[in-house]
């Protein structure tokens, strides 16, 4: 609901991870290849296209991902990534808050320099390739990120301090903090359309889950925060067993988890774990019919099924099939799609989106002029009826395959220019997840022999399942529904007229 919040100080010159200040102790004259971390857990390796995927876990609990990957970029995608996010701000007082500290933690000075306003812009600057932004919180996490302007150690080392001290020693100075609340402020105002209009489809389509649970906006209290509230709440969740560091790029794994050890070994928790807020999903609570009036907002008509987020497949090559199957079911159905609706210049389609929002939903959905929200449904209905039912052909899903793998096959062509950043967000959701990170050379590796395996019946099939997997809902959002007294029987009655069975009217 609030994903596209939060995406930290607009830097014009940085990619700068999250935000941290200078470490006290400096690197001058420091031997990077002579440091040790103190304790590390076992290591657990998955073989990638790129190199060996490294991941593990200090003595104090903080985890780390290392992909080493040769490329033409010139350094190292590094990533500091926070558990908690807006699901952890329960406490009153603190709506807005994680989001906040996000912001802080590029302006405030540390304790061992609490005269140094911006410190890690200062330092981390020179070091640092230019971004859009350097920082994002979503509802379960706040996520810090550079890309390095060389892969020398001692560069990463001076990063990685950074983050450290943003992690551990901030001093919240109120010059800091009243800066950044004019920061939060005025990009919450830019977003807040979208944001509520996302709130509210979430909360029609998604009872229950995270994204619904948090307020769209949920950034009240960020004018008004005493610097004691803050400080809790970053104290609470800024721990070594709730953060993760990643490095991608052309780097000694061995070597990067020396210096990752060398800076965050010491790190002691100092306070209670944040309690876990469950967030069941209850599909009983999806009514089976919504509408928007927003007179500003937009016109478009959508199914969706949404379900509990699945467990990851079991296995590497579980996963991999899960990923291709999604894939191709979308590329088949938007083709369908776009045959059945005759008209290319139209926006409508189909997707799968899996987890992040915590949940798993497939929509179809049509855009349309004003007055035609009538015909749209009826569209949607029969086209989802009639694939729930009858289903696509060999041909159909053949020429699907087809498409996935030149689509796939691009895909690895241009894998090598996904900035070494990118993948260090891809790896920190997936080891999050409990997920692989499964890279375009692969996907392309196997779909042959997975494609062959699937024939339409199968598809059809597995489609059919994925439908009645989750609970269905039929959405139209419009601003001629301002007019109408209770436009929800109307939309109801269009949609059953169009169903071609019983079996396909709404439920009751």
């Given at each position: 609901?609030r994903?596209?919040?939060?995406?930290?100080?607009?830097?014009?010159?940085?990619v700068?991870?999250?935000?941290?200040?200078?470490?006290?102790?400096?690197?001058t004259?420091?031997?990077?290849?002579?440091?040790?971390?103190?304790?590390?857990?076992?290591?657990?390796?998955?073989?990638?296209?790129?190199?060996?995927?490294?991941?593990?876990?200090?003595?104090?609990?903080?985890?780390?991902?290392?992909?080493?990957?040769?490329?033409?970029?010139?350094?190292?995608?590094?990533?500091?990534?926070?558990?908690?996010?807006?699901?952890?701000?329960?406490?009153?007082?603190e709506?807005?808050?994680?989001?906040?500290?996000?912001?802080?933690?590029?302006?405030?000075?540390?304790?061992?320099?609490?005269?140094?306003?911006?410190?890690?812009?200062?330092?981390?600057?020179p070091?640092?390739?230019?971004?859009?932004?350097?920082?994002s919180?979503s509802?379960?996490?706040?996520?810090?990120y550079?890309?390095?302007?060389?892969?020398?150690?001692?560069?990463?080392y001076?990063?990685?301090?950074?983050?450290?001290e943003s992690?551990?020693?901030?001093?919240?100075?109120?010059?800091?903090?009243?800066?950044?609340?004019?920061?939060?402020?005025?990009?919450?105002?830019?977003?807040?359309?979208?944001?509520a209009?996302?709130?509210?489809?979430?909360?029609?389509?998604a009872?229950?889950?995270?994204?619904?649970?948090?307020?769209a906006?949920?950034?009240?209290?960020?004018?008004?925060?005493?610097?004691?509230?803050?400080?809790?709440l970053?104290?609470?969740?800024?721990?070594?067993d709730?953060?993760?560091?990643?490095?991608?790029?052309?780097?000694?794994?061995?070597?990067?988890?020396?210096?990752?050890?060398?800076?965050?070994?010491?790190?002691?928790?100092?306070?209670?774990?944040?309690?876990?807020?469950?967030?069941?999903?209850?599909?009983?609570?999806?009514?089976?019919?919504?509408?928007?009036?927003?007179?500003?907002?937009?016109?478009t008509?959508?199914?969706?099924?949404?379900?509990?987020?699945p467990?990851?497949?079991?296995?590497?090559?579980?996963?991999?099939?899960?990923?291709?199957?999604?894939r191709l079911?979308?590329?088949?159905?938007?083709?369908?799609?776009?045959?059945?609706?005759?008209?290319?210049?139209a926006?409508?389609?189909?997707?799968?989106?899996?987890?992040?929002?915590g949940?798993?939903?497939?929509?179809?959905?049509?855009?349309?002029?004003?007055?035609?929200?009538?015909?749209?449904?009826?569209?949607?209905?029969?086209?989802?009826?009639?694939?729930?039912?009858?289903?696509?052909?060999?041909?159909?899903?053949?020429?699907?395959?087809?498409?996935?793998?030149?689509?796939?096959?691009?895909?690895?062509?241009?894998?090598?220019?996904?900035?070494?950043?990118?993948?260090?967000?891809?790896?920190?959701?997936a080891?999050?997840?409990?997920?692989?990170?499964?890279?375009?050379?692969?996907?392309?590796?196997?779909?042959?022999?997975?494609?062959?395996?699937?024939?339409?019946?199968?598809?059809n099939?597995?489609w059919?399942r994925?439908w009645?997997?989750?609970?269905?809902?039929?959405?139209?959002?419009?601003?001629?529904?301002?007019?109408?007294?209770?436009?929800l029987?109307?939309?109801?009655?269009?949609?059953?007229?169009?169903?071609?069975t019983?079996?396909?009217?709404?439920?009751?």
């Amino acid at each position: 609901m609030r994903k596209s919040q939060g995406m930290g100080l607009r830097l014009a010159c940085v990619v700068l991870a999250a935000c941290l200040p200078l470490v006290t102790t400096g690197c001058t004259g420091w031997n990077p290849h002579a440091a040790v971390p103190a304790r590390v857990a076992k290591d657990v390796t998955a073989r990638v296209a790129t190199g060996r995927v490294v991941t593990g876990r200090l003595a104090n609990g903080l985890r780390y991902a290392i992909l080493p990957r040769r490329s033409d970029q010139p350094g190292l995608g590094l990533v500091m990534r926070n558990e908690g996010g807006f699901i952890a701000e329960r406490r009153p007082g603190e709506r807005g808050l994680a989001h906040l500290i996000e912001h802080i933690a590029f302006l405030s000075p540390t304790r061992g320099a609490p005269d140094d306003l911006r410190r890690f812009v200062r330092i981390g600057l020179p070091l640092t390739l230019p971004a859009p932004s350097a920082g994002s919180t979503s509802w379960r996490e706040s996520n810090y990120y550079l890309s390095t302007r060389t892969a020398r150690a001692e560069d990463l080392y001076t990063l990685l301090s950074l983050f450290r001290e943003s992690a551990t020693d901030l001093t919240f100075r109120a010059d800091a903090v009243d800066t950044a609340r004019g920061e939060v402020v005025r990009e919450m105002a830019d977003k807040r359309l979208g944001n509520a209009i996302h709130a509210d489809y979430v909360t029609a389509i998604a009872p229950g889950s995270p994204n619904d649970v948090i307020d769209a906006q949920n950034s009240d209290d960020v004018p008004t925060a005493g610097i004691a509230a803050i400080r809790a709440l970053y104290e609470r969740l800024y721990r070594p067993d709730t953060t993760m560091i990643v490095v991608v790029g052309d780097v000694d794994p061995a070597l990067a988890r020396a210096l990752i050890g060398k800076r965050f070994s010491d790190w002691r928790r100092r306070a209670a774990p944040p309690r876990r807020v469950p967030t069941p999903f209850n599909g009983a609570r999806i009514r089976p019919v919504s509408a928007s009036a927003r007179p500003n907002g937009r016109r478009t008509a959508l199914i969706s099924v949404v379900m509990p987020t699945p467990a990851p497949a079991a296995g590497r090559a579980g996963q991999v099939r899960a990923v291709l199957i999604d894939r191709l079911a979308v590329r088949a159905i938007n083709g369908w799609i776009a045959a059945a609706a005759g008209d290319a210049a139209a926006r409508r389609g189909a997707f799968i989106e899996n987890g992040d929002p915590g949940y798993r939903q497939i929509m179809v959905w049509t855009d349309f002029a004003p007055g035609g929200w009538r015909d749209a449904v009826g569209d949607l209905r029969r086209w989802t009826c009639d694939l729930a039912t009858d289903g696509l052909s060999a041909a159909e899903w053949d020429a699907a395959k087809r498409d996935l793998l030149a689509d796939l096959r691009q895909d690895a062509a241009a894998a090598g220019r996904t900035p070494n950043v990118q993948l260090a967000l891809d790896l920190s959701h997936a080891v999050a997840d409990g997920r692989r990170l499964i890279l375009p050379d692969e996907l392309l590796r196997r779909a042959p022999e997975m494609l062959r395996s699937v024939d339409a019946r199968a598809a059809n099939g597995w489609w059919r399942r994925q439908w009645r997997a989750g609970t269905e809902h039929l959405r139209v959002e419009a601003p001629e529904w301002a007019s109408a007294a209770d436009p929800l029987p109307l939309i109801r009655a269009a949609a059953d007229q169009a169903a071609g069975t019983p079996a396909c009217r709404l439920r009751d």
